[in-house]
């Protein structure tokens, strides 16, 4: 008997590393998501969470502005 199947698609990974903590800007200073992001994490596409971890958060690690609209 297996215990994996291999047709169910993978969840994505979240970029909490633990440090849980709400700066200044609201946002947390170990993963760089705001609140919202966080509180709306289980209930995201995976493709919304792709963006934020590929796109978003690099963006905000690097002090570079997200573009608006």
Known sequence: M???R???PLPVLT???GICEVGPDESCVGCLRTLD???R???MSDGER???MRDV???RA???PLPRG
């Open 37 to 39: 992001e966080i509180a």
């Open 2 to 4: 297996t215990m994996f």
């Open 50 to 52: 792709i963006h934020i």
């Open 62 to 64: 690097s002090g570079t």
């Open 41 to 43: 994490w289980g209930s």
């Open 6 to 8: 291999k047709d169910l």
């Open 57 to 59: 958060l690099p963006r």
């Open 15 to 17: 970029p909490c590393i």
